[in-house]
């Protein structure tokens, strides 16, 4: 689960249509209809470069980002120092969170839990962030979904440029349990029209709703709700990414 070292670098590049900012306004629309206050203390599990950490800190909220990767962290802290705002980036495996104290929110974006490819692995991980959430706390994350990997990402290719580099993008046939295995090739332009070369191979997991929802509820979650991307309404089969809304049980 340590994809993306080569393509650290460029990450804010070639995810410029990402959408910090509507999908933390979306984030934060979500927390709000399900009774949950601005956050005061939140977790960012796997938070790459540090795209919603930022954001989220520059609305002033404190963030605690983690992540498996150096070279994503290296590039969270850089873009930090030269926006002006303060966020605490850590470098851990979410199936080994090991916090301080308590967080009151938790998100995880943009599939990152599609990377853990053996459901006894997600299930450690949702465990662990439970165990840092207050009771009554929201995790909110999102998900590639088995529709997209079986008929969007199998067997596919992409290509993605930003000055200075390109990255192509391609994706085995899905397996039977919903992975795609992934290749990334990465061509950064050197002197005299040059260009060098880095691969990265690495694979994600589309795992149905309702196994995801029957884990949430094992590691001490309710599922309040299931949406479809950038939407307040319920998910649908031909999704191909959903967002979940889970609450940290108030017993636990």
């Not at 979410?94 to 853990?116: E, F, P, Q, W």
């Not at 949702?126 to 008929?151: A, C, M, Q, W």
Request: glycine share 10%; with cysteine.
């Amino acid at each position: 689960m340590k994809p993306y070292s080569a393509l650290a670098h460029y990450y804010a590049s070639f995810t410029g249509n990402v959408g910090y900012k509507e999908r933390t306004d979306y984030i934060l629309e979500l927390m709000r209809r399900h009774g949950g206050r601005k956050p005061k203390l939140l977790l960012d599990a796997c938070c790459g470069a540090g795209g919603f950490s930022l954001e989220l800190a520059g609305r002033g909220i404190d963030v605690i980002g983690v992540d498996i990767s150096e070279e994503m962290l290296a590039a969270a802290q850089s873009e930090m120092y030269s926006r002006g705002v303060s966020a605490m980036f850590i470098r851990q495996d979410i199936r080994k969170l090991d916090l301080y104290g308590t967080v009151d929110t938790a998100i995880c974006m943009l599939d990152s839990l599609n990377h853990i490819t053996d459901a006894d692995g997600l299930k450690t991980a949702l465990e662990r962030i439970s165990l840092f959430l207050e009771p009554g706390g929201l995790f909110i994350f999102d998900v590639n979904t088995e529709y997209k990997h079986k008929y969007v990402l199998s067997g596919s290719c992409f290509v993605y440029e930003c000055s200075g580099a390109v990255c192509v993008w391609s994706n085995g046939e899905c397996g039977g349990d919903g992975t795609v295995s992934i290749n990334l090739d990465i061509f950064e332009e050197e002197k005299e029209g040059l260009y060098r070369r880095s691969v990265e191979n690495f694979s994600e997991r589309a795992y149905g709703l309702d196994m995801i929802e029957a884990m949430l509820r094992d590691s001490g979650f309710c599922v309040r709700g299931i949406y479809g991307d950038m939407s307040f309404d319920a998910a649908a089969d031909t999704d191909e990414r959903v967002y979940f809304v889970a609450q940290k049980q108030q017993n636990v």
